[in-house]
């Protein structure tokens, strides 16, 4: 069975840091495409970065280039998001996804991490 | 950037009835790149079509989607109590995922 896990999230200053972790296993994580989608209380779905499945090809939405690393360790099955100068804007739920091998989409989600940006 | 319009807003169905939601692009998207999911309150969204029309394993035959295009339509055939929620429409293009704002199907 496919399961994604999440953590890391928490309560943040603006300005601050914080890294979430995704734990992926029933699957061969080294073979996939993995993203992390955001979604703001009460609001929609918003991807955010993927990475390929040998981090060749990165990518990030433009709301976060320059302020997020997406990064992966095929060894240890985890994806990671590295988030710096946190705004209020980003308080969101963040969940990783694994995109799916022959098409694009999302086919399995994580249960997610809530990050809130507040003073 | 494609942007991704979904009407109605909300949609007020009895269970048993047919539900029509759209996906309007702001440009053609590649049929292979469209897809629908469903999120229920305090859940992770589910993947139900990609390929425009393809289900996703273990999705029930009541759902379906069709569209090329700029236009994209899922329905379900007939509505069951646990297929309230909201849906939302997705495409991938230029290396990144756009999603359209979501529709909620409501109990009338």
């Known amino acids: 069975e496919v399961q994604l896990v999440e953590s890391g999230g928490g309560l943040v200053k603006p300005g601050g840091s914080l890294r979430l972790s995704c734990a992926a296993s029933?699957?061969?994580?080294?073979?996939?495409?993995m993203n992390w989608v955001r979604q703001a209380p009460g609001k929609g779905l918003e991807w955010v970065s993927s990475?390929?499945?040998?981090?060749?090809?990165?990518y990030y939405a433009d709301s976060v280039k320059g302020r997020f690393t997406i990064s992966r360790d095929n060894a240890k099955n985890s994806l990671y998001l590295q988030m710096n100068s946190l705004r209020a804007e980003d308080t969101a739920v963040y969940y990783c996804?694994?995109?799916?091998?022959?098409?694009?989409?999302?086919?399995?989600w994580g249960q997610g991490t809530l990050v809130t940006v507040s003073s | 950037e494609i942007v991704l319009t979904q009407s109605p807003g909300t949609l007020s169905l009895s269970p048993g009835e047919r539900a029509t939601l759209s996906c309007r692009a702001s440009?053609?998207?590649?049929?292979?790149?469209l897809a629908w999911y469903q999120q229920k309150p305090g859940q992770a969204p589910r993947l139900l079509i990609y390929?425009?029309?393809s289900r996703a394993t273990g999705i029930p035959d009541r759902f379906s989607g069709s569209g090329s295009g700029t236009d994209f339509t899922l329905t379900i055939s007939r509505l069951e109590p646990e297929d309230f929620a909201v849906y939302y429409c997705?495409?991938?293009?230029?290396?990144?995922?756009?999603f359209g704002q979501g529709t909620k199907l409501e109990i009338k």
């Open positions: 390929g425009a029309s």
């Open positions: 029933g699957f061969t994580f080294s073979s996939y495409s």
């Open positions: 996804a694994r995109a799916h091998t022959a098409a694009a989409v999302l086919d399995y």
């Open positions: 997705q495409q991938y293009g230029s290396s990144q995922y756009t």
């Open positions: 440009q053609s998207v590649s049929s292979s790149y």
């Open positions: 990475i390929s499945s040998s981090s060749s090809y990165i």
